[in-house]
C-alpha cells in the first residue's frame, strides 16, 4: 500500500511538472542533450521525491492511529477438554524376600559333615549338616535299656494290681518310674535332633559359610545363607501425607534400572504404624520373579497411583497467574468475531500436577477456550486476534 501510494504522488508532480508551456518535459530535456538543464530537473526532481517520502511517513502514522486492528495483540489459543488424569507419587525401594535368611546352629559341637554346596536345591526339611553330639546317641542307649527294664517292671505291677495281688503304691511307683523313662528318652531324642541341621524351607543354598570340622554355637555361628526367589516383594516407605491415598490393592508402575526391565505391581500390605523418626510408613509391593533375575536387595523405582479422575481439566502451569490476594487465574478468549476475541480473566482452582501440567479444580468448562501463547502480555477486556497454527 505504502509503495502504490508514493508511485502515484511522483507520477502526479511529474505529470504537473511536465503539463505546463513554459516547462519542458524530462523526454524533452534528455531530447535537447543540455546538460546543466539535466542536472536542474533532476535536483528539483529529488527535492520533490524527498517531500513525498516525509508525507507517505505522516500518512503511514494516521493509518496506526486511526485502524484498532493494529494495536490488536496476536495470541494462540487452545481448548480446554476432560480427560482422564492419574498421579503416581514417585518412591524408591528395596526388593526383599521373607525367605532369605542365615542358618544358625541349636547345639554346640564340631561340624562333623556338610551334606550341601553352594548353590544346591533344597527342600524343606532336609539335612544340610551333622554336629556332633558329644555322647548322647550313647546316652541314648543306656536310657533305653532302662526304659525297657521299668517298662517291664510296670508291665508286671499292672498284671499283679489287675489281680488285686500286691499294693498301689508299687504300681504307681512302676507306672512313675517307666513314664519318667520315657520322658527323658523323648528329651534325649530332641537334643541329639539338634544336632542335624536341616533347611526351614525350600530354596536354594546362596552361601556355604563355616566349613567342615569347624567349632560351632548356637545364635554365633554363621553356618549357611539360605534364599527363596518365588516370593519377592519391594518394600519401600511413604510420607505419611499419602496415607489414604495410597492403600491395599493401589497400582503400581514398577522399574528396575539395573535390569532395565519395567512391570505393573499393587500393593500388597499398607504399614499401619507411623515411624515417628521420618513420618512415614511401611508398603510392600509384591513381584513375579518366575525368571529368577530379581534378587534380594535390588534397587527398584516405584510410581504409586494416589489419584485418578476420570474427567479432569488438565492446563500448563505456565499459563496460570496469581494476583495479590493469592487466587490463580487464567485468561480465556469470549465473543469470538472470526479470528477477534475479548480477553476474559477467570479465576480457578487447581490440584494436583503431573509433569508441565496441572489439575483444574474449578473455575473451567470442558471446551473453554484459553489463552496459551501471549498469556503474559494481555488484559482483562482486550482485543485480541487469535493465530491459526496448522
Avoid at 37 to 51: F, G, N, P, Y
Avoid at 81 to 89: A, D, L, Q, R, S
Avoid at 227 to 232: A, I
Avoid at 324 to 342: C, L, M, R
Wanted: proline fraction near 3%; charged fraction near 25%.
Amino acid at each position: 500500500m505504502k509503495h502504490i501510494i508514493k508511485l502515484t504522488l511522483v507520477t502526479v508532480l511529474l505529470v504537473s511538472c511536465g503539463g505546463g508551456e513554459k516547462t519542458k518535459s524530462v523526454e524533452d530535456l534528455i531530447a535537447s542533450g543540455n546538460l546543466e538543464q539535466l542536472r536542474t530537473k533532476k535536483s528539483e526532481l529529488s527535492e520533490q521525491q524527498k517531500q513525498v517520502e516525509s508525507q507517505i511517513k505522516a500518512i503511514d502514522a494516521k493509518i496506526k492511529e486511526l485502524n484498532p486492528l493494529l494495536k490488536v495483540p496476536l495470541v494462540t489459543t487452545f481448548k480446554a477438554k476432560e480427560e482422564k488424569f492419574e498421579h503416581f507419587v514417585e518412591l524408591q525401594g528395596n526388593v526383599s524376600t521373607k525367605q532369605n535368611i542365615i542358618i544358625y546352629p541349636e547345639y554346640s559341637g564340631v561340624l562333623t559333615k556338610v551334606y550341601v554346596k553352594e548353590g544346591q536345591k533344597v527342600s524343606a526339611g532336609q539335612a544340610l549338616a551333622k554336629i556332633d553330639d558329644g555322647g548322647l546317641g550313647q546316652q541314648l542307649a543306656q536310657m533305653q535299656i532302662q526304659a525297657d527294664l521299668a517298662k517291664t517292671t510296670f508291665n508286671r505291677q499292672k498284671r499283679l494290681w489287675d489281680q488285686k495281688i500286691g499294693s498301689e503304691i508299687q504300681y504307681l511307683q512302676a507306672k512313675s518310674n517307666y513314664e519318667a523313662q520315657q520322658k527323658a528318652i523323648s528329651q534325649m531324642q530332641q537334643q541329639i535332633g539338634k544336632t542335624i541341621v536341616r533347611a526351614p524351607f525350600s530354596g536354594t543354598i546362596d552361601d556355604v559359610i563355616t566349613e567342615q570340622g569347624t567349632v560351632v554355637g548356637p545364635g554365633q555361628s554363621q553356618l549357611f545363607r539360605l534364599v527363596n526367589l518365588n516370593s519377592m516383594y519391594i518394600e519401600t516407605d511413604v510420607p505419611e501425607s499419602y496415607l489414604t491415598n495410597v492403600t491395599e490393592g493401589k497400582t503400581v508402575e514398577v522399574n528396575f534400572p539395573v535390569l532395565n526391565k519395567n512391570m505393573t505391581a499393587t500393593v500388597r500390605q499398607a504399614g499401619n504404624f507411623i515411624n515417628p523418626a521420618n513420618r512415614t510408613f511401611k508398603v510392600e509391593v509384591a513381584i513375579p520373579n518366575s525368571d529368577k533375575t530379581i534378587k534380594p536387595n535390588l534397587t527398584a523405582k516405584l510410581k504409586i497411583n494416589d489419584y485418578t479422575n476420570e474427567k479432569a481439566i488438565l492446563i500448563p502451569q505456565s499459563i496460570i497467574s496469581e494476583n495479590a490476594e493469592g487466587e490463580q487465574y487464567v485468561y480465556t478468549a469470549t465473543s469470538k468475531n472470526d479470528s477477534i476475541a475479548t480477553v476474559k480473566r477467570v479465576i480457578i482452582k487447581t490440584g494436583k500436577t503431573e509433569g508441565d501440567f496441572i489439575e483444574v479444580l474449578s473455575g473451567l468448562e470442558n471446551g473453554a477456550e484459553l489463552i496459551d501463547e501471549g498469556a503474559r502480555s494481555v488484559k482483562d477486556g482486550q482485543e485480541v486476534k487469535i493465530l491459526e497454527i496448522e
